[in-house]
């Protein structure tokens, strides 16, 4: 499931707080992006469309709720980066970042964890 930039902003606020009214979301984005309401609801209606969020009435308003797990989207968006950009290849990514962006220490140390979690569980 393709999610924009925008849809993903509404996506978080769902991912924090559920359920939500329209209202709701319009007052967490709409500021902070400068987008009208009229901008939020139709991103809020582009992923009802694609199945990202479901709505449940209540009352004379509706609320909102992910269907998209944020751990699915994570997964599917970081797989469909490092396949275009690094030949679906972790290492070319953290290598990159490093020359970029100088890596802290605790960056360092973390990845280093992480390599030897992986190597013992292999």
């Keep these: 499931m393709q999610i924009s930039d925008a849809e993903s902003a509404v996506m978080d606020v769902l991912w924090r707080a559920q359920p939500l009214a329209a209202d709701d979301i319009v007052a967490a984005t709409a ?7 009229a901008t939020v609801k139709t991103l809020i209606n ?3 469309r694609k199945g990202a969020i479901a709505a449940e009435r209540d009352g004379r308003r509706y609320l909102y709720r992910p269907v998209l797990a944020r751990a ?3 997964h599917a968006s970081s ?7 690094f030949d679906g290849r972790v290492a070319p990514l953290v290598a990159h970042f490093s020359e ?5 220490k605790r960056d360092i140390a973390e990845l280093r964890k992480l390599i030897e979690d992986l190597d013992d569980g292999r």
């Design 79 to 85: 797989k469909t980066l490092l396949d275009r950009l």
């Design 46 to 48: 582009r992923l009802l």
């Design 100 to 104: 970029r962006r100088k890596l802290s």
């Design 72 to 74: 699915d989207y994570v």
């Design 31 to 37: 500021s902070r992006h400068g987008w009208q309401e």
